[in-house]
T-cell receptor, first 118, second 112 residues
Framework: DTAVSQTPKYLVTQMGNDKSIKCEQN?????MYWYKQDSKKFLKIMFS???????INETVPNRFSPKSPDKAHLNLHINSLELGDSAVYFC?????????????????FGPGTRLTVT | DAKTTQPTSMDCAEGRAANLPCNHS???????VYWYRQIHSQGPQYIIH???NNETNEMASLIITEDRKSSTLILPHATLRDTAVYYC?????????????FGKGTHLIIQP
């Protein structure tokens, strides 16, 4: 069984459109993340979220918003897509312990969604 | 999180040990050393982590110098499937929900 899954794997869309990427984890983790990997292969955290708080990387435009319908899902919504949004987006999850400190050191990553904006 | 420095790329012959160095001279006392790798077109994968003692698991060994300013990831018998970008990351225990800060990593190429 896939631990962290993302859909779609590929997404091609035009500038100005609104799109969503879905992420699901079946590990029972309580913290989920979104990362962006650009064309130069730099991997950067965008959001982390658990039932307590949403932490947003200050460089992320407010056109990006995470939505969590339940503990196992963290979807990424992107409004008014721009050419610069083209990248691979990775979802990840981990378990966070009491006091806001992770008891597990591993983050499990999904396979990625390659977004191409034309 | 402390900054790390890694070589941009390395080659290793298949079947030999691959030794990947990482400098983290500004590491704090409560920061761990983590290693992840990213195989082409896949998501990053956790390998190993440590604080100050050497660590070994089924994937690799981690050697941390006594002053903790550098470390070496060792893949004892490299295979072609170990070709990947390897990231050395330092962060506090668990790190909370603030995500991982990836640098440029080392592109390890295993030669047949």
């Amino acid at each position: 069984d896939t631990a962290v899954s993302q859909t779609p794997k590929y997404l091609v869309t035009q500038m100005g459109n609104d799109k969503s990427i879905k992420c699901e984890q079946n590990l029972g983790h309580d913290t989920m993340y979104w990362y962006k990997q650009d064309s130069k292969k730099f991997l950067k955290i965008m959001f982390s979220y658990n039932n307590k708080e949403l932490i947003i990387n200050e460089t992320v435009p407010n056109r990006f918003s995470p939505k969590s319908p339940d503990k196992a899902h963290l979807n990424l919504h992107i409004n008014s897509l721009e050419l610069g949004d083209s990248a691979v987006y990775f979802c990840a999850s981990s378990q966070e312990g009491a006091g806001g400190r992770s008891t597990f050191y591993e983050q499990y990553f999904g396979p990625g969604t390659r977004l191409t904006v034309t | 999180d402390a900054k790390t420095t890694q070589p941009t790329s390395m080659d290793c012959a298949e079947g030999r040990a691959a030794n990947l160095p990482c400098n983290h001279s500004t590491i704090s006392g409560n920061e761990y050393v983590y290693w992840y790798r990213q195989i082409h077109s896949q998501g990053p994968q956790y390998i190993i982590h440590g604080l100050k003692n050497n660590e070994t698991n089924e994937m690799a060994s981690l050697i941390i110098t006594e002053d903790r300013k550098s470390s070496t990831l060792i893949l004892p018998h490299a295979t072609l499937r170990d070709t990947a970008v390897y990231y050395c990351i330092v962060r506090v225990e668990g790190g909370g929900a603030d995500g991982l800060t990836f640098g440029k990593g080392t592109h390890l190429i295993i030669q047949p």
